[in-house]
């Protein structure tokens, strides 16, 4: 067991001071506030920090010089990266590639889904995107939709897919968002050309998400809304946002906050160089370099994936967009456990997940805790 005292504890989008949280096991068993906490357990000494859920990643590729569409070992190298930036649980992202190749990926993602709680699952970023906006994906490799290949992706995830990116107008996207959302995939509107009313059939028809908002799609003009606009019309809709300032000015993804309020998901869309040194990497097939933090193709200059950790874009999100510490805490933790259905993660509620980080009065990362287990602490 493990009881954390003397805390400001933000779950939720309220703040308790004084407060504290003990976890039996994978769960938390208690939460109280003020003095009289019980003392049978690993008792830790919050000193005031912020103590928050643990950080919900439903889109990232990697970090710490590793990627989500390597071995098994890359995939662990990857997820240690993020867990010392407050990362608890997270959707492993993958780019276009054949359909061989993704098959393979999700059958082992599969498989360290059953052995690691803390790996949620699958997201498959392509190979169904618009050509015009395909961003760093190999455009050789995009493709239509057909429903013979969608069922073998499903069925080599055994039930891990958690998500996937589509353009619905291309050929055979509209018909597969009921075919993958009665299979518990939770499809995502991105990389796409479509307008407003494109965008709207289909989150009418069972679209949940948009991939990486203001990324890689028309911006919202005052008589073209685009897929933004129909985003913001759906009240269902959960938007992505990389929020580290280059992919969004800081503005833009204020006002992006109080028109989906409530809807914003932070992500990182990290690719190997989060939580590593500039330089050379791969992004699947393609090269990247990494110069002062911004990932770019070496062909083409479009914006690869980031640098982002959720750390960086809570702190980005507070200090710099001026958003309530509670309000950006839940959208990097309730609101991206919601979108795929993981009421249990989130939040620090009896019964949820054990799941947390203690931040520094500045959003500093000093301890995280993964189903119950310490996953970092800051040494001195």
């Not at 643990?54 to 997820?79: K, P």
């Not at 107008?169 to 509107?189: F, H, S, T």
């Not at 129909?230 to 906050?257: F, Q, S, Y």
């Not at 702190?315 to 309730?334: K, M």
């Amino acid at each position: 067991m493990t009881l954390i005292h003397s805390a400001r504890l933000v779950t939720s989008g309220t703040v308790t001071e004084e407060a504290w949280v003990r976890f039996e096991g994978d769960a938390v068993a208690e939460i109280g506030s003020g003095p009289g906490w019980p003392a049978d357990a690993d008792v830790i000494d919050a000193a005031g920090g912020i103590l928050t859920p643990g950080f919900v990643d439903i889109h990232s590729h990697g970090g710490g010089t590793a990627s989500y569409d390597g071995d098994a070992g890359q995939i662990a190298r990857a997820m240690a990266a993020h867990h010392a930036h407050g990362t608890t649980r997270t959707v492993l992202s993958l780019v276009t590639a054949t359909q061989e190749t993704l098959r393979a990926q999700l059958g082992l993602i599969a498989e360290l889904t059953g052995e690691n709680p803390l790996i949620l699952g699958s997201h498959l970023e392509g190979p169904y995107l618009d050509h015009g906006h395909k961003g760093a994906h190999a455009p050789e490799l995009l493709a239509d939709t057909r429903p013979e290949d969608i069922d073998a992706l499903v069925e080599a995830a055994r039930g891990t897919l958690v998500q996937i990116t589509m353009a619905p107008e291309r050929p055979g996207a509209m018909a597969a968002i009921p075919r993958l959302v009665g299979a518990g995939v939770r499809v995502a509107v991105g990389h796409t050309a479509a307008g407003y009313a494109e965008a709207l059939a289909a989150f009418d028809a069972g679209a949940s998400i948009l991939t990486h908002t203001f990324n890689a799609m028309a911006g919202i003009h005052h008589r073209a809304p685009g897929p933004i606009g129909a985003a913001l019309a759906r009240d269902h809709v959960t938007l992505e946002l990389i929020n580290d300032g280059v992919h969004v000015h800081p503005a833009v993804a204020e006002m992006l906050w109080r028109a989906a309020d409530g809807r914003v998901a932070l992500i990182t869309d990290a690719m190997a160089a989060a939580g590593a040194a500039d330089g050379d990497y791969m992004l699947g097939s393609l090269a990247v370099r990494v110069e002062n933090g911004t990932a770019r193709l070496r062909d083409g200059d479009s914006i690869a994936g980031s640098t982002l950790t959720l750390d960086e874009a809570l702190r980005q999100s507070v200090d710099v967009c001026g958003i309530p510490l509670a309000e950006a805490v839940d959208a990097l933790t309730r609101v991206p456990a919601d979108a795929i259905g993981r009421a249990d993660l989130g939040r620090l509620d009896v019964g949820s997940a054990a799941d947390a980080v203690l931040l520094s009065p500045e959003l500093e990362v000093e301890r995280v805790w993964g189903a119950g287990n310490v996953l970092f602490t800051r040494s001195a």
